[in-house]
């Protein structure tokens, strides 16, 4: 089992649309958890952090993180085109002294106009 | 806040050469560094975390003595690919994590692309 998992996609949406991206995880002591977008050629940028159990609003993106079923998860509302991208999920590894960031595979999403 | 520096953002050179990458925390200190690599198409492995003052800390089938990392101040960690081959042509990204937030997120360079012919 891999220690952070995500749907690869493509994942489509028409415009307008919420898009809901998805990622499991194995370390159940695992404190914290980030969401990164990553353009085609581009470095991963930050979208949100999430550390309590719930919900956690910004803008049009919430993540969702339910630490019982090690499951995380990002909503996009209102999808824009720019929206389209890779997005990482990545966990904060506890046992890890040094705080080692492990990422998914990345779910490829593409907002349709 | 949080910016990272990372330079250069492109390499081409001839297969044996040595390439230096510099990561800087720009507006933070950054006691941690991480050094990753990225083939198309797949997600980031991390190669190496970098820790001011002391060695650096490799994962398992990465060559300390191919990626030679040097962390010597609190903004400004190196990484070296030495004599570098084909194989080595990678999307290269380092992040840093602000000081004694061991917690909190990195933030990313905007990656340093490498090709060796």
């Known amino acids: 089992q891999k220690e952070v998992e995500q749907n690869s996609g493509p994942l489509s949406v028409p415009e307008g649309a919420i898009a809901s991206l998805n990622c499991t995880y194995s370390d159940r002591v695992s404190q914290s958890f980030f969401w990164y977008r990553q353009y085609s050629g581009k470095s991963p940028e930050l979208i949100m952090s999430?550390?309590?159990?719930g919900d956690k609003e910004d803008g049009r993106f919430t993540a969702q993180l339910n630490k019982a079923s090690q499951y995380v998860s990002l909503l996009i509302r209102d999808s824009q085109p720019s929206d389209s991208a890779t997005y990482l999920c990545?966990?904060?590894?506890?046992?890890?002294?040094?705080?080692?960031?492990?990422f998914g595979q990345g779910t490829e999403l593409s907002v349709k106009p | 806040g949080a910016v990272v520096s990372q330079h250069p953002s492109r390499v081409i050179c001839k297969s044996g050469t040595s390439v230096k990458i510099e990561c800087r925390s720009l507006d933070f200190q950054a006691t941690t560094m991480f050094w990753y690599r990225q083939f198309p198409k797949q997600s980031l492995m991390l190669m190496a975390t970098?820790?001011?003052?002391?060695?650096?800390?490799?994962e398992q089938g990465v060559e300390k003595d191919k990626f030679l990392i040097n962390h010597a101040s609190l903004t400004l960690s190196t990484l070296t690919v030495t004599s570098a081959h084909p194989e080595d042509s990678s999307f290269y990204i380092c992040s840093a994590r602000a000081y004694s937030e061991s917690n909190q997120p990195q933030h990313f360079g905007d990656g340093t692309r490498l090709s060796i012919l």
């Open positions: 970098s820790n001011e003052g002391s060695k650096a800390t490799y």
């Open positions: 990545a966990v904060n590894m506890v046992y890890n002294q040094g705080g080692k960031l492990i």
């Open positions: 999430i550390y309590s159990n």
